[in-house]
């Protein structure tokens, strides 16, 4: 079945980067866009961007533009998603999606 | 950016009777291409999101059809027929016309 396994949660201080993973399996990675969504506590979603797995085309959501990079190993089916200059306020869970299949969540924290 | 609003945000419903959530846009979700890009989601509590309805009315695969979607343009609605417990947790309406997807505020329905 149709599946998208993220990596494991991370704790980090302000300004540093962090990359998530997200590992493909049971179709064919490169036919479906892999779209970022994330969720801070107890608040709503908010998109992060997209990525063309086949061309590796990207579009990013403005306020994160300069901070954000989605990047993928098509040898591997893995899609990646690093955050760079964290803030507090990137503290969140971090879904990777097809739309309609969607990740475990990556909880991400920003802790000094 | 377009701007879902749903209503409303929350919901108590007795096992057995009927709900409806409403969501509209603020611009058209009609693509030339003759669809229409709104979905439904669901996220029951500690879980990721889980596709309920695509394209307006579309059930994903394995979604019970007490859940129905409908509507056209900027007004749609999704409907359940008749509330289990298991329906609980966050529903969220969501638009892919354009870049950045957006999100609906979500609709907490609980159990009486």
């Known amino acids: 079945q149709v599946q998208l396994v993220q990596s494991g949660a991370e704790v980090k201080k302000p300004g540093a980067s962090v990359k998530v993973s997200c590992k493909a399996s049971?179709?064919?990675?490169?036919?479906?866009?892999i779209n970022w969504v994330r969720q801070a506590t107890g608040q709503g979603l908010e998109w992060m961007g997209w990525m063309n797995p086949n061309s590796g085309n990207t579009g990013y959501a403005q306020k994160l533009q300069g901070r954000v990079t989605m990047t993928r190993d098509t040898s591997i089916s893995t899609a990646y998603m690093e955050l760079s200059s964290l803030r507090f306020e990137d503290t969140a869970v971090y879904y990777c999606t097809r739309g309609d299949v969607w990740g475990q969540g990556t909880t991400i924290s920003v802790s000094s | 950016d377009i701007v879902m609003t749903q209503t409303p945000l929350s919901l108590s419903v007795t096992p057995g009777q009927p709900a409806s959530i409403s969501c509209k846009s603020s611009q058209s979700l009609l693509h030339s291409d003759g669809k229409t890009y709104v979905y439904w989601n669901l996220q029951k509590p500690g879980q990721s999101p889980q596709l309920l309805i695509y394209e307006v009315s579309n059930r994903f695969s394995g979604v019970p059809d007490r859940f129905s979607g409908s509507g056209s343009g900027t007004d749609f609605t999704l409907k359940i027929s008749r509330v289990e417990a298991e329906d609980v947790g966050v529903y969220y309406c969501?638009?892919?016309?354009?870049?950045?997807?957006?999100f609906g505020q979500g609709t907490k329905v609980e159990i009486k």
């Open positions: 049971g179709y064919t990675f490169t036919n479906y866009d």
């Open positions: 969501m638009q892919s016309i354009q870049v950045p997807w957006t």
